[in-house]
Nanobody, 123 residues
Framework: QVQLVESGGGLVQAGGSLRLSCAAS????????MGWYRQAPGKQRELVAR???????NYADSVKGRFTISRDNAKNTLDLQMNSLQPEDTAIYYC?????????????????WGQGTQVTVSS
């Protein structure tokens, strides 16, 4: 089992900034791609940004130029710097990791999710 713990959400005025962090912990594992997703009330969960183990990134069009995703492979952490926040960015933000866990004689690859952190942007 791998645990993902997010932090850094909160309430901010439009135009402000927040930084989200996600820390992964567990036994013997490696992380492939990681990403941030968000879900606003009444809407489906959507991709915000994703980063490969090699550092390749992709962003939702709605956040390009405002959000920056980064990771520290040595520390198994993932960050999302969010600038110029707008009310439409209000949502619960979830950390996601594509993880390979290593056992004696086999390996198991699966997706893990954090518990989510609330981001609220007031107008």
């Amino acid at each position: 089992q791998v645990q993902l713990v997010e932090s850094g959400g909160g309430l901010v005025q439009a135009g402000g900034s927040l930084r989200l962090s996600c820390a992964a912990s567990g036994r013997t594992f490696s992380i492939n791609a990681m990403g941030w997703y968000r879900q606003a009330p009444g809407k489906q969960r959507e991709l915000v940004a994703r980063i490969s183990s090699g550092g390749l990134t992709n962003y939702a069009d709605s956040v390009k130029g405002r959000f920056t995703i980064s990771r520290d492979n040595a520390k198994n952490t993932l960050d999302l710097q969010m600038n110029s926040l707008q009310p439409e960015d209000t949502a619960i933000y979830y950390c996601n990791a594509d993880v390979t866990e290593y056992y004696i004689g086999y390996r198991d690859r699966r997706d893990y999710w954090g518990q989510g952190t609330q981001v609220t942007v007031s107008s």
